[in-house]
């Protein structure tokens, strides 16, 4: 009867409490946290309830083929392999090698390997830069917003033929907007200023000098991009910069841009911030107005 009722007293006794309930709160406190179950030992192995339910923290995604499903146990001596997110250097490296496509495409283009009026076909072209076709594809959109190129139904994209008259009328409408900010820049900007742009007429002098079409084409846009943005006028400079991307392609590509074209049209930079400089006013128009119409540049 005794031992009975003993075993009935000892049924009945409430579970010794475990973890932080075992412990005043002092205690619980001096108790680092790994021990409470609230970190993880080196390697990510510690039997906690987490482990045990598959979880994980936000800051220790999946493993590729290592982290177990929910609700399934990682097997003994198994721990997820904490790594960094592969959505988002998904992301960046297919945007690298777009940026990458568009640039070689612009050299291509500039440079006269893709010829005006012919078409192209992106798979082509990804096979030719060892990629597939949806970068060039995509480099080829944008090529298209900015007039390089336009889109031929199922076949791909056709480089741009321009007449003299759509060049002309490229050339009137650049010195629109570009002669009066530039007659005002000369009234107001210190000398200071125009003495930091020669490293860039320099770099246009020195591609010009090689025959580089195509760092002569981005030196000539990084030029007229460093004077016009003294005005401060964002929109100013985004509409500036498409027409002269629109006026460069065909004039670039053309066998008839000679060496000397390319030279005489680096020498206009120059004389344009000695002008500029000198506040000049008739000289500033005048190099400015050939500077559109003599060489589209």
């Given amino acids: 009867m005794e031992q009975g009722a003993a075993r009935e007293r000892a049924t009945e006794r409430p579970s010794p409490p475990f973890g932080d309930a075992a412990r005043g709160p002092e205690e619980a406190a001096r108790v680092p946290e790994q021990a409470r179950g609230g970190g993880r030992p080196p390697g990510g192995v510690d039997g906690s309830a987490e482990s045990a339910r598959g979880e994980h923290t936000h800051c220790e995604p999946d493993g590729p083929g290592v982290a177990p499903?929910?609700?399934v146990a990682p097997a003994p001596g198994v721990a997820p392999v904490p790594g960094p997110a592969r959505a988002p250097a998904a992301r960046v490296v297919r945007h690298s090698v777009r940026g990458q496509i568009l640039d070689a495409l612009r050299t291509a283009l500039v440079g006269g390997e893709l010829v005006p009026?012919?078409?192209y076909s992106a798979p082509a072209l990804g096979e030719r830069f060892g990629v597939s076709a949806t970068p060039v594809r995509e480099a080829m959109q944008r090529l298209a917003v900015e007039g390089a190129v336009e889109v031929v139904p199922n076949r791909g994209f056709r480089v741009t033929e321009r007449t003299p008259r759509e060049l002309a009328e490229l050339a009137?409408?650049?010195?629109?907007?570009?002669v009066p900010v530039m007659l005002r820049l000369a009234r107001t900007v210190p000398a200071a200023r125009w003495a930091e742009l020669r490293p860039l007429a320099e770099a246009t002098s020195n591609a010009a000098a090689r025959g580089d079409r195509a760092h002569y084409a981005e030196a000539d846009r990084a030029?007229?991009?460093a004077v016009l943005s003294l005005a401060g006028n964002e929109q100013l400079l985004a509409v500036a910069d498409d027409l002269h991307r629109r006026s460069q392609w065909p004039l670039m590509s053309a066998p008839v841009v000679r060496h000397g074209v390319l030279v005489a049209d680096a020498a206009?930079?120059?004389a344009l911030l000695d002008?500029?400089?000198?506040?000049?006013?008739?000289v500033v128009e005048a190099l400015v107005r050939e500077h559109f119409t003599g060489s589209n540049a």
């Fill in 69 to 71: 499903a929910p609700g």
């Fill in 117 to 119: 009026g012919e078409v």
């Fill in 172 to 178: 009137e409408v650049r010195a629109l907007i570009e």
């Fill in 223 to 225: 030029f007229h991009r």
């Fill in 268 to 270: 206009e930079h120059t």
């Fill in 275 to 282: 002008a500029l400089l000198a506040q000049d006013l008739p």
